[in-house]
T-cell receptor, first 119, second 108 residues
Framework: GAVVSQHPSRVICKSGTSVKIECRSL??????MFWYRQFPKQSLMLMAT?????????EQGVEKDKFLINHASLTLSTLTVTSAHPEDSSFYIC???????????????FGPGTRLTVL | ELKVEQNPLFLSMQEGKNYTIYCNYS?????LYWYRQDPGKSLESLFV?????AVKQEGRLMASLDTKARLSTLHITAAVHDLSATYFC????????FGTGTSLTVIP
């Protein structure tokens, strides 16, 4: 159990286009999902926390108009990188916390990641 | 904000040797996770440590937690090549705070 999927796993796009990444919890309901960005050989950086049915909370320095997050259901959150530029190229990882958060010690379950390359 | 430091950042060790990775964090945390990441892959959960003095072992890896010292360790026993990866600690509260990561290379 506790599987999180991401789609696509890899995407290459031209500068100026928008890219949507989906994060799904496959076998549990996730009231909270998290979006991380990871540059090569660096740690994970939390971008935003997404709660179902409400606006996402963005970390300092993350442009909310550039990284649009929607968490419309208990099993799906999307991250849209708008007007992507080469500096947005990165590995994007989502995670989901189950609805109860009790049995799983509030653990986050991580998706497989999406490699974004902006040309 | 909780700050997390791992030591060392890079570790190259021979097969069969033992070594310890250290994770120091700046403020009180509810629990602490250890993850493994292979190149180009996402995170694989290794351990969750829930209380002071907690120790967990799986194969050649053993993790411990000292909440008073705000320190967790990941000990590697008799390293094998398959353990080569990057290891992250993540003390948590409402969110995860990831350490800097330790890139481990085990040399045959």
């Amino acid at each position: 159990g506790a599987v999180v999927s991401q789609h696509p796993s890899r995407v290459i796009c031209k500068s100026g286009t928008s890219v949507k990444i989906e994060c799904r919890s496959l076998d549990f309901q996730a009231t909270t999902m998290f979006w991380y960005r990871q540059f090569p050989k660096q740690s994970l950086m939390l971008m935003a926390t997404s709660n179902e049915g409400s606006k996402a909370t963005y970390e300092q320095g993350v442009e909310k108009d550039k990284f649009l997050i929607n968490h419309a259901s208990l099993t799906l959150s999307t991250l849209t990188v708008t007007s992507a530029h080469p500096e947005d190229s990165s590995f994007y990882i989502c995670s989901a916390r189950d609805r109860t958060g009790v049995a799983s010690y509030n653990e986050q379950f991580f998706g497989p990641g999406t490699r974004l390359t902006v040309l | 904000e909780l700050k997390v430091e791992q030591n060392p950042l890079f570790l190259s060790m021979q097969e069969g040797k033992n070594y310890t990775i250290y994770c120091n964090y700046s403020t009180t945390s509810d629990r602490l996770y250890w993850y493994r990441q292979d190149p180009g892959k996402s995170l694989e959960s290794l351990f969750v440590l829930l209380s002071n003095g907690a120790v967990k072992q799986e194969g050649r890896l053993m993790a411990s937690l000292d909440t008073k010292a705000r320190l967790s360790t990941l000990h590697i026993t008799a390293a094998v090549h398959d353990l080569s990866a990057t290891y992250f600690c993540a003390p948590t509260g409402n969110q995860f705070y990831f350490g800097t990561g330790t890139s481990l290379t085990v040399i045959p």
